[in-house]
């Protein structure tokens, strides 16, 4: 989870290589997109970087993530060639999956302590578009090794069905020890599919993001509209 910036670049010195296309920004990710899967198409996915940006990649006819809709990071260049029905052609030098979940819903404060964490992390990027909550979250690591278990509630509050709640759980040997002399800090993508919030009509709406941070609790409201039907297949993810 922490490593996709790392390991997802890799090999993008040796794809501009063999396209011809060299370019010092392929080694790095310069977009967020949505990868939609498109049934029985030729090619059979297309991407959306924002709200209403849609990206066809001329290198790429198959979606690696095969019939999954998934948000990525991506190291793309725009071309200026015909697009078709879609916004802009792209070239994709590298792209790989952030990891993308749906909401929970909230129960009770005991239940989602215990299910869920209170274990903090601070919140170095947040952003809504395209009907997804994409997150980059730093959190502490002990050095024999921590899962950690992102996850977003929903209904948190009766008054407000756009407040929700980034909860973050450290699981495994050294997650105890987090504050000791020994750790290690590492940052983490996470996208949540917000379907599960009530239809905003068109109308965008106050999302108010709270979670703890390493200084206490913290909230920030972000602009939020239910996206557009899109094409594709539609992917429960777990």
């Known amino acids: 989870m922490a490593a996709a910036l790392a390991s997802i670049f890799i090999c993008s ?4 290589k063999d ?3 060299e370019n010092i920004n392929a080694y790095y990710p310069n977009a967020i997109v949505t990868i939609k899967p498109v049934d029985g198409g030729n090619p059979s996915f297309y991407m959306q970087l924002d709200d209403s940006t849609t990206l ?3 290198n ?3 979606s690696p993530f095969g019939t999954k809709e998934v948000r990525a990071l991506a190291a793309i260049e725009m071309t200026g060639h015909d697009a078709g029905q879609y916004d802009s052609t792209v070239y994709v030098y590298a792209i790989d999956s952030i990891l993308t979940k749906n909401t929970v ?3 009770d404060s005991v239940s989602a302590d215990t299910e869920y964490g209170t274990d903090p992390a601070d919140m170095i990027m947040a952003v809504v578009e395209d009907g997804y909550l994409t997150l980059r979250v730093r959190v502490v690591s002990g050095t024999h090794g921590t899962v950690h278990r992102l996850s977003l509630l929903t209904g948190i509050n009766p008054d407000d069905p756009y407040e929700v709640e980034f909860r973050h759980r450290a699981e495994g040997p050294s997650a105890g020890d987090v504050f000791q002399p020994s750790y290690v800090l590492g940052d983490a993508f996470v996208a949540f599919r917000l379907d599960s ?3 905003t009509k068109g109308s965008t709406v106050g999302m108010k993001l709270k979670w703890d ?3 206490g609790e913290q909230e920030v ?3 939020y509209r239910t996206r557009s039907s899109s094409s594709g297949e539609e992917t429960q993810l777990k």
């Open 197 to 199: 919030l009530p239809d």
């Open 60 to 62: 790429m006819s198959q």
């Open 105 to 107: 819903p909230f129960t």
């Open 13 to 16: 010195a040796q794809s501009c």
């Open 221 to 223: 409201v972000l602009d």
């Open 19 to 21: 396209s011809g296309r």
């Open 213 to 215: 941070s390493f200084n």
């Open 56 to 58: 066809i990649a001329e």
